[in-house]
Nanobody, 119 residues
């Protein structure tokens, strides 16, 4: 059974930092591109950052210079370090696993973790 479990969300003041984690199980983690998406109230889900199995990372323009995605294949975990948080970063953050090579076409989601940026 595949599970993606996010943690680390919460309430933070503008300018603060949070680190999200996503622990994966039931997948061959090192052959999955891992991503973080977010969905704010009344808006569509959007890609925040993604990292390939080889470690190549891409960030959305809105978070460049503030957010950093990383992965630890030994721990089957992907992280999102979020710095200089803004109120507009408030959203539910979802972890995504997209298969590559033998697992191409496989796609899994976590249940999300809420990040609220407010004073």
């Amino acid at each position: 059974q595949v599970q993606l479990v996010e943690s680390g969300g919460g309430l933070v003041q503008p300018g603060g930092s949070l680190r999200l984690s996503c622990a994966a199980s039931g997948i061959f983690f090192s052959l999955y591109t891992m991503g973080w998406y977010r969905q704010a109230p009344g808006k569509q889900r959007e890609l925040v950052a993604a990292i390939t199995s080889g470690g190549t990372a891409n960030n959305a323009d809105s978070v460049k210079g503030r957010f950093t995605i990383s992965r630890d294949n030994a721990k089957n975990t992907v992280y999102l370090q979020m710095n200089s948080l803004k109120p507009e970063d408030t959203a539910v953050y979802y972890c995504n696993a997209e298969g590559t090579e033998l697992y191409y076409g496989m796609d899994y989601w976590g249940k999300g973790t809420l990040v609220t940026v407010s004073s």
